[in-house]
């Protein structure tokens, strides 16, 4: 592990500093080096460029194993070192899922030889032998997803974790108006090429049935909530009054924030995921971060074969790892945000809910993952520079003000000027 010195770093309250790394920790933080100091010939001039905790994406999609063509373990993770992400958490709907001892330890492993960040896995729920075993691998949560299973299966799911002392992480869609509304609308062959039909299909008050459901069981199981991109503000007040009886965080994703549902119209079926898009009568906007405890890409690719289909084939999931700071910073640029809400959302907040040690903050001690940003940088979103598999987007040719230009991971620079770097990683528990 190299021992490095960043100089000349601006801190997110306009403070220069200087941070002195060894064996992948910050060991001080001062406004001057001293000649004692100075004892690496490896010191990075950050040239008053701003710096962050390193991100964390605590939801992604790295299909790794079984979906391998159309993301994996290497191209995931690259994609996470050039979007500024010191560590992500991969989701457990891979090809085997990930709701085993032997599946998850086989996950484990696959990440620990192709990761270039940092990592974590949540686990999938199946029984309660399985999910007590899946414990002992320290997963960051147990993930369900609410759209698969009916009211009695929930239910002993959620019991299953409550048992493990571990957040429980949830995809919030009602499986039965879901279904229903689907087999309703897809009768009607016209839809099979009006892909705004999705977000009615799957729809709002499919989220708010099953957050309340949720809310409902985790009051009597006692259960910590983790729920992944909330996308309407009708479930934002009925999270408003649960948040003073039960432990519960919420995530927003990039496309939640930025997009509403005429993006179907405009960029087509590409756009398509779960949950969908929604109207301006129920989406959400940058105005409403301040209610939501974390942003989560959601980094979900598929090959362009996958996505070019009809409404009801076209695979959902929308890639975000290289796009979301960007995006944000922009926002900042623009007094819609502060630098201290997106730290708060993607780094210092995902490393508290998850309880990943040493991480999350610029303090001594912690692990030295940094992102350095340039605020004035300009540019276009540009999916020929991305590492991801997933080269779409509906965020193409966005205009952006304010780029992360080096990810550093404890100690180790893994990306500089768009270039991505392999380093070691480690399973971050």
């Given amino acids: 592990m190299s021992n490095i010195i960043l100089k000349n770093c601006k801190t997110i309250d306009n403070k220069i500093i200087n941070l002195i790394i060894e064996d992948g920790k910050i060991k001080k933080i001062t406004k001057q080096l001293l000649s004692s100091d100075k004892t690496t010939d490896k010191i990075i001039n950050i040239k008053e460029n701003i710096i962050i905790p390193g991100l964390i994406d605590t939801h992604v999609h790295l299909r790794d194993p079984g979906l391998t063509h159309k993301e994996n373990w290497t191209t995931g993770s690259q994609a996470a070192a050039h979007g500024g992400y010191t560590t992500i958490i991969d989701m457990p709907n ?198 939501f405890d974390s942003i989560g890409t959601d980094h979900a690719p598929h090959t362009l074969e996958e996505k070019l289909k009809n409404t009801w084939n076209s695979a959902a999931g929308i890639p975000g790892l290289e796009n979301t700071l960007p995006l944000l910073l922009t926002e900042v640029n623009n007094n819609n945000i502060t630098l201290q809400e997106v730290v708060r959302l993607m780094s210092t907040n995902p490393a508290k809910i998850f309880k990943i040690p040493n991480k999350g903050e610029i303090k001594v001690g912690y692990d030295a993952d940094i992102t350095v940003i340039d605020m004035k940088l300009e540019g276009k979103i540009d999916t020929e520079t991305f590492y991801t598999k997933g080269k779409y987007t509906p965020f193409e040719e966005r205009e952006y003000t304010g780029k992360n230009i080096m990810t550093i991971n404890r100690g180790n620079i893994i990306c500089e000027n768009d270039e991505v770097i392999k380093c070691e990683n480690k399973y971050v528990y």
Avoid at 132 to 150: C, G
Avoid at 166 to 179: A, G, I, Y
């Fill in 94 to 291: 891979t090809s085997p899922l990930t709701n085993t001892l032997k599946n998850f330890k086989e996950k484990k492993e696959i990440a620990k030889n192709k990761s270039y960040v940092d990592y974590a896995l949540h686990a999938g729920v199946k029984t309660q032998k399985d999910v007590n075993e899946i414990l002992e691998e320290k997963p960051a949560s147990y993930k369900i997803f609410m759209d698969l299973h009916n009211n009695n299966e929930l239910f002993e799911m959620f019991k299953y974790v409550s048992k493990t002392g571990k957040p429980l992480s949830l995809h919030c869609e009602d499986k039965t108006l879901v279904d229903y509304n689907i087999k309703t609308l897809s009768s009607n062959p016209e839809n099979d090429k009006k892909t705004i039909t999705y977000s009615y299909a799957r729809s709002a008050l499919a989220e708010l049935i099953a957050v309340n459901r949720a809310i409902e069981y985790a009051k009597q199981l006692n259960l910590q909530l983790h729920l992944c991109h909330i996308s309407t503000r009708q479930t934002l007040e009925l999270i408003r009054e649960a948040r003073t009886k039960i432990n519960i965080s919420i995530e927003a994703t990039p496309h939640h924030i930025f997009l509403d549902n005429s993006t179907y119209e405009t960029y087509g079926i590409k756009a398509k995921t779960n949950p969908p898009l929604r109207d301006e009568n129920y989406n959400i906007n940058i105005e409403h971060m301040k209610e």
